[in-house]
């Protein structure tokens, strides 16, 4: 069974750090693209960033370019975003979500179920 | 401002037949497949439709995708309760070179 499981969000204050995690389990992790996709309170879905299957591809939404890193450790099945310099309105629910090929550009089959980061004060 | 257009609501009753629409452009939409996603209240969003038409196992025939040019359709046949959520369209933009999502499209049965 496939299984993606988000962690490491919490509340941090305005221009903090955070860095949250996905493991997955139930297929080969490095065969696959990676995704982060964001909802913020009551609002729509906003894709933040991409990685293909050996990290070679790397794509970023303006809205976080310069601010965010996602990266991947493929031997540990575990995927990453490392989100600096906090605004509020990156105040979401964050969800990895898989690719159904090794590059970004197909469609996300697989999604977690989502850990909140707060910014606030 | 979302990339891609969708209504931000669409209502039926049960047993008819909604469709919501998905307008882009040709970076994304005129270029490449579009791909629904279904979010039930409180819950993450699930693959409801892939390649503009394509269902994954276990979606119900019910609901069926089309595309044609810079524009995209999902249709909802024999509305059920358990069809309310919302529904969002997506596609690859070829320009900016990321993932667009439509605004979301909340359906309600009546």
């Known amino acids: 069974e496939v299984q993606l499981v988000e962690s490491g969000g919490g509340l941090v204050k305005p221009g903090g750090s955070l860095r949250l995690s996905c493991t997955v389990s139930g297929f080969t992790f490095s065969s696959y693209s990676m995704n982060w996709v964001r909802q913020a309170p009551g609002k729509g879905l906003e894709w933040v960033s991409s990685i293909s299957s050996s990290d070679s591809y790397i794509y970023y939404a303006d809205s976080v370019k310069g601010r965010f890193t996602i990266s991947r450790d493929n031997a540990k099945n575990s995927l990453y975003l490392q989100m600096n310099s906090l605004r509020a309105e990156d105040t979401a629910v964050y969800y990895c979500?898989?690719?159904?090929?090794?590059?970004?550009?197909?469609?996300?089959?697989?999604w977690g179920q989502g850990t909140l980061v707060t910014v606030s004060s | 401002q979302s990339v891609l257009t969708q209504p931000p609501s669409a209502s039926g009753t049960p047993g008819q037949r909604v469709t919501i629409s998905c307008s882009g452009s040709s970076s994304n939409i005129g270029s490449n497949t579009v791909n629904w996603y279904q979010q039930l209240p409180g819950t993450a969003p699930k693959l409801l439709i892939y390649?503009?038409?394509q269902r994954p196992s276990g979606v119900p025939d019910r609901f069926s995708g089309s595309k044609s040019g810079t524009s995209a359709s999902l249709a909802i046949s024999g509305l059920q309760s358990e069809d309310e959520a919302d529904y969002y369209c997506?596609?690859?933009?070829?320009?900016?070179?990321?993932?667009?999502f439509g605004g979301g499209t909340k359906l309600t049965v009546l």
């Open positions: 390649n503009n038409n």
């Open positions: 979500a898989r690719d159904s090929t090794p590059y970004s550009g197909s469609y996300f089959d697989y």
């Open positions: 997506a596609a690859w933009d070829d320009s900016l070179n990321v993932w667009v």
